[in-house]
C-alpha cells in the first residue's frame, strides 16, 4: 500500500507539472490568467484530455469553449 505522504508527493512533483505543462501546450498564454482559473483549466485537461481532433467528441465542442473563454478572459485582463 502506498502511504498518503507519498501518494501527495507523487501529485504534487510528478502529477501536476505534468499536466501543468500539457494545458500549456493545449492553451498557449493560459499562465498569463489567474491561479484559480489556470486550476480550473488543468482540471479541464486532467480529466477530459488534450485531444481536439475529431475522435474527441463532444470534448472538441468543450474544449473550443474554454479556449474562446480564456482568450476573452487575457483580453478583459490586458485592458483591451
Known amino acids: 500500500m502506498v502511504s498518503c505522504e507519498l501518494a501527495w508527493a507523487v501529485l504534487n512533483v510528478v502529477t ?3 499536466f501543468y505543462n500539457l494545458t500549456k ?3 498557449p498564454g493560459c499562465e ?3 491561479a484559480g482559473v ?3 483549466v488543468v482540471s479541464l485537461v486532467f ?3 488534450t485531444s ?3 475522435t474527441a467528441g463532444k470534448c472538441v465542442q468543450f474544449g473550443i ?3 474562446k473563454k480564456m482568450y476573452v478572459e487575457l483580453l478583459n485582463k490586458s485592458g483591451k
Do not use: A, H, I, T
Open 16 to 18: 501536476v507539472p505534468k
Open 25 to 27: 501546450k493545449v492553451f
Open 32 to 34: 498569463e490568467l489567474p
Open 38 to 40: 489556470q486550476g480550473g
Open 47 to 49: 480529466n477530459r484530455g
Open 52 to 54: 481536439r481532433g475529431e
Open 65 to 67: 469553449y474554454y479556449r
